[in-house]
């Protein structure tokens, strides 16, 4: 497939889990106080869970669980990647979307960005997105970091969840979680070649193929569909109004991390510019929250959801 080499498969792994567990010196000059000592001990000791069925499971129990890092679970759960030669071709295909990036006033408005619309019908993808119950997150700091700290309460709850976020570290499967687990290489093939087939028979000159990040949404949409979550956690991937995320009509909730000047030249020279762009993301009706902001980013948001008719919830407030 492709003519590409295979990667080297993963070394085998035990069946039963080892613990690596570093030596701590009792005393040292250097000592640690003993709670952070003691924590660290914990973490020394841990060892990754064994990955549950993906299926709704009413019995499973309502506690927290650690989860590795995004990559590190990547490879010791989610089923490490066997390195086939249909996934490199999968990644090649993946790669010929890249394309240069363009300021949100010129490229990414009008009809560049309504192309969404039109992908989400060659893929069927209206009606599913519809029934999705999305937690969608926009920021310039910490928007990731707020989507995993959400998948992971709404998980410890019970939920079946799905996370997406950017960017991979190692592998794009790390992009697509479900139930904190890096989606399978297995399930990604499918899934990736269900959309791409669709996508190449109905675009062309008129309708191009999807940009890298736009083609990463439309599958993360129909992964959480198919796969029939309870709630999907969505992290923008660049400023908000015109983001590919952004299709999502009717989120549950929506929240705006810390706002500061980052990718300006896409954005926005000012934080005029880019908090507009990244309250885009705020809808009638649905409850929104951030933290505190500039004065003059605070009083975009704000502006934002006053002409929404809803009142912004701020973090400490």
């Avoid at 309708?207 to 990463?216: G, H, W």
């Avoid at 954005?267 to 929250?289: D, F, H, M, R, T």
């Amino acid at each position: 497939s492709g003519g590409a080499s295979p990667r080297p498969a993963p070394p085998k792994r035990s069946a039963t889990p080892t613990t690596t567990k570093l030596p701590v010196p009792a005393s040292s000059s250097l000592a640690m106080p003993a709670p952070r000592l003691a924590h660290l001990r914990r973490l020394l000791s841990l060892h990754s869970p064994p990955p549950h069925p993906l299926a709704p499971s009413p019995a499973r129990p309502l506690r927290p669980s650690f989860i590795l890092p995004r990559a590190m679970a990547g490879a010791a759960q989610a089923g490490a990647a066997t390195g086939s030669a249909e996934y490199e071709e999968v990644l090649g295909c993946l790669a010929s979307l890249i394309k240069q990036k363009v300021r949100a006033d010129t490229g990414n408005r009008g009809n560049q960005w309504e192309l969404m619309a039109k992908y989400l019908q060659i893929l069927e993808l209206e009606e599913p997105i519809a029934r999705l119950k999305v937690v969608h997150v926009a920021g310039t700091k910490g928007k990731g970091s707020t989507c995993t700290f959400a998948e992971s309460i709404l998980r410890s709850c019970g939920f079946r969840t799905g996370l997406f976020t950017s960017p991979h570290l190692i592998d794009v499967r790390e992009r697509f979680r479900l139930d904190g687990l890096d989606i399978s290489e297995e399930k990604f093939i499918r899934y990736f070649w269900w959309c791409w087939n669709k996508l190449k028979v109905k675009t062309g000159d008129d309708i191009p193929m999807p940009a890298y990040f736009r083609f990463l949404a439309l599958l993360a949409f129909k992964i959480f569909s198919d796969e029939q979550v309870d709630v999907a956690v969505l992290e923008v991937g660049l400023g908000g109004k015109y983001d590919a995320t952004n299709v999502v009509k009717a989120p549950v909730v929506c929240g705006i991390s810390s706002l500061g000047y980052d990718h300006m030249e896409i954005l926005g020279n000012s934080l005029v510019e880019i908090a507009g762009e990244k309250a885009g993301i705020l809808k009638k009706g649905v409850p929104a929250y951030t933290v505190p902001q500039p004065e003059v980013a605070m009083s975009v948001l704000k502006q934002r959801a006053s002409e929404l008719g809803f009142h912004l919830w701020t973090h400490g407030n």
